[in-house]
């Protein structure tokens, strides 16, 4: 039972990418809550959004209108599609699946923001 994030990088103020946590060994995928968190050393982890197993979804308010959260059920992927990316947004990202008897986390990935 593993979730692989994917799709970091170093963008341009005003850029965007799209991250992707990729599931695998899990039961019910579909039924599962998938949640984007991201940390900058020497602080906290962050929540930054979430998406719940009947799709709806919750952003922290410093992403609210740039981020959007989507799955895909069938190949158990959850994207993270960042638009009008802000220097403040530099950190590595991580998804954290949980369902029942179950809460896995990623080993990140680097987004950079910077011109």
């Known amino acids: 039972v593993r979730v692989v994030e994917s799709g970091g990088g170093l963008v341009q103020p005003g850029g965007s990418l799209r991250l992707s946590c990729a599931a695998s060994?899990?039961?019910?995928?579909?039924?599962?809550?998938v949640g984007w968190y991201r940390q900058v050393p020497g602080k906290q982890r962050d929540f930054v959004g979430r998406?719940?197993?009947?799709?709806?979804?919750n952003y922290a308010d410093s992403v609210k209108g740039r981020f959007t959260i989507s799955r895909d059920n069938a190949n158990q992927t959850v994207y993270l599609q960042m638009n009008n990316l802000k220097p403040e947004d530099t950190g590595v990202y991580y998804c954290?699946?949980?369902?029942?008897?179950?809460?896995?986390w990623g080993q990140g990935t680097q987004v950079t923001v910077s011109s």
């Open positions: 954290n699946l949980v369902q029942i008897q179950t809460n896995i």
């Open positions: 060994g899990i039961m019910s995928f579909s039924s599962s809550a």
């Open positions: 998406i719940l197993g009947g799709g709806s979804t």
